[in-house]
């Protein structure tokens, strides 16, 4: 059976609101402010042009704070039309250890995908990182090599969903776990 791979990117938008102080109202960190404020000027840019030249659509998790703070911003994601997502917490890990885990991660799937040869590999990231100029090309080495690898297809994570609702991704069978 020919493999099917479905990428995709997901890239959290917390540009100032991951570092504002609301537990202890102590003042923000000028530093880690800007981090922020690169991510979703700066970064943003580069990896909207980075997706450009791939031709891919991504996924971008934006809370309230940073879509008030940086309209003009996301209204660029919009118009090329990438899609929004409800946003989620994530950690960073440094940058060579997660393309050398993705790949990792990616070439175990890749070899040991269900019958039907159909995997996902969606993808969390940042732009206060990811839009630096190092990781920029981490993105672009890891993005030419799955491409590498025949039936990779980039979508957005709504796809993906789409795609398991309507029968054409296996999911998962997982038994026990605790009643909600």
Known sequence: MPKRVLCSYGVDI????????TKTSAPANSTDISRGVFGATV??????KLWDKYNIKATW???????ESFPKQIRKIVEKRHEIGLHGI?????????ERLWKEQFEFLYRECPKDGSFIFP????PQVSGKPQVVLLHERLIEWINGHSGVEWVTMERIV???KSGKLSGATVEGGAEV
Do not use: C, K, Q, Y
Not at 14 to 21: E, F, H, I, M, T
Not at 43 to 48: A, E
């Open 14 to 21: 917390d540009a100032v609101s991951g570092w504002l102080n």
């Open 43 to 48: 970064g943003i840019d580069r990896l909207l």
């Open 61 to 67: 998790f934006t809370p309230v704070h940073s879509a």
């Open 90 to 98: 994530h950690g960073f890990v440094d940058t060579a250890v997660i």
């Open 123 to 126: 993808i969390s990231i940042h």
């Open 162 to 164: 789409a795609e398991f």
